[in-house]
């Protein structure tokens, strides 16, 4: 299995599982995951949320930017998990260019008001498992179905 070729399949993951859960850390170092609707992924795995910037998990990102983003679709029996790390973006223009207007609900004042900003997810190490398309890691099958970015692209991770 090529990086290229499990690339594909994180891609088509989080395509159809549409939610996903972003896991951060409080101050004690417990994780806290919460369903969000992020936007489609980039093609390098660049993944963004709108939040609100005054929630508990843009508080949680401010201290310690380390983040785990987990994808499932339970069709394929596939998920992904991707670590890595976020960084809030306050941009008049980004918040702009990444609004859903089904999310005016929770963000009255659209994308230009306060109560609105996103969270730009950076991958930097993924697992995936897809035993529809016989992508399995130990004990089920490959020995290595983990990537890790190396540089502007991915590799293959020497031990899962």
């Not at 016989?134 to 970015?149: E, I, K, N, S, Y």
């Amino acid at each position: 299995m090529t990086p290229e070729a499990l690339l594909d399949i994180v891609h088509k993951i989080i395509e159809a599982a549409v939610y996903g859960f972003l896991i951060t850390l409080d101050e004690s170092g417990q994780p806290n995951a919460r369903v969000m609707q992020p936007f489609p992924p980039e093609a390098d795995l660049t993944i963004w949320f709108g939040v609100s910037p005054h929630s508990r998990k843009v508080r949680e990102l401010r201290r310690d930017s380390r983040a785990t983003v987990t994808f499932y679709d339970p069709a394929k029996i596939a998920y992904v998990a991707l670590a890595g790390s976020c960084q809030i973006v306050d941009d008049l223009e980004e918040r702009r260019a990444r609004w859903m207007e089904e999310w005016r609900l929770f963000f009255t004042a659209g994308p230009e008001g306060d109560d609105y900003a996103l969270v730009r997810f950076t991958p930097e190490r993924i697992e995936v498992m897809d035993f529809t398309r016989q992508v399995t890691p130990p004990p089920f099958g490959l020995a290595h179905t983990d990537l890790v970015r190396d540089g502007d692209g991915w590799r293959i991770a020497e031990s899962g």
